[in-house]
């Protein structure tokens, strides 16, 4: 994928039901750590394997659809992780003044750490993220951010759960340093249940000289959103027009399910 290579190895049996002989030539070589099986690993941090064989007898069929799930919303992640980096590259290679940047559909909450922790990677990758279901700044402060004007914006932050914040840890300290603000790009919708309703929030990775790009994006973002519209999709006061022009391709794309559900005659 454009210069980027991820190898992962993925042994899908329980390894204790492996032949000793192939157990064996396994181990010799360290080729596998654990005699337990990664099957639906989900991919979670601090998870190295999946259920044991043990676990696995008092599964259900809810379980492992379960794991099957998280397991594949990890792998769908990770994907995009690493497709939003290699176009944030190719952006690079062509255009060395740095000035275009990818515009992504979600936080860069989903980035891995190490990525996060590599900024220069993430450089020209901004985030827009559509829903605000964490009040980085409490109540008192998601009141303030509401009352933005069409056009402006907080102040820059870094967002983290409460329990980081207590610790007061600097950006370069942070668990997941990123930069993060809010636009607000449209008039709230009238009686709209979302009360964050026109405003949308940016994130972009914390490389060397963030500071200097914020109004410039917030400025490109604004654009996204007059002369064109997202419109009649409902989430047209935060949906800027290009990701909400993707998602028309892409589901044009897309097989109906009724089809794919067909049975084969």
């Known amino acids: ?43 979670s941090e601090g998870e190295e394997y999946g259920p044991t064989p043990s676990d696995m007898l008092k599964m259900g069929n809810l379980a492992w659809q379960s794991r099957a799930r998280r397991r594949a919303r990890h792998l769908l992640d990770l994907s995009e ?20 940047w990818l515009l992504k559909d979600g936080s860069l909450f989903q980035f891995k750490r190490e990525y996060l922790h590599q900024a220069e990677l993430l450089r020209n990758i901004v985030s827009c993220v559509k829903t605000h279901p964490v009040p980085f700044f409490g109540v008192e402060g998601e009141r303030k951010t509401m009352q933005l004007e069409v056009g402006q914006r907080s102040v820059a932050f870094l967002p983290r759960p409460s329990r980081e914040a207590q610790q007061k840890c600097t950006l370069e300290q942070a668990y997941r340093p990123m930069v993060s603000w809010y636009l607000r790009v449209r008039p709230p919708i009238p009686h ?11 994130d972009i990775a914390a490389f060397t000289d963030w500071q200097r790009w914020v109004d410039e994006i917030s400025w ?46």
């Open 81 to 100: 992780q690493v497709t939003s980096m290699a176009g944030a590259r190719l952006l690079r290679e062509q255009d060395q003044t740095g000035s275009n």
């Open 192 to 202: 709209n249940s979302n009360h964050m309703s026109g405003i949308v929030r940016l």
């Open 220 to 265: 490109a973002i604004l654009d996204e959103f007059y002369g064109i519209s997202a419109m009649p999709d409902p989430r047209y006061d935060v949906m800027p027009f290009g990701i909400y022009d993707c998602e028309q391709f892409l589901k044009a794309q897309q097989l109906p399910g009724e089809l794919l559900l067909a049975q084969l005659r």
């Open 1 to 43: 994928m454009y210069h980027f290579q991820r190898h992962q190895a993925t042994l899908l049996a329980p390894f204790d039901l492996f032949p000793s002989s192939i157990r064996g030539a396994y181990e010799r070589l360290k080729l596998y750590h654990h005699r337990l099986a990664d099957l639906c690993w989900t991919g």
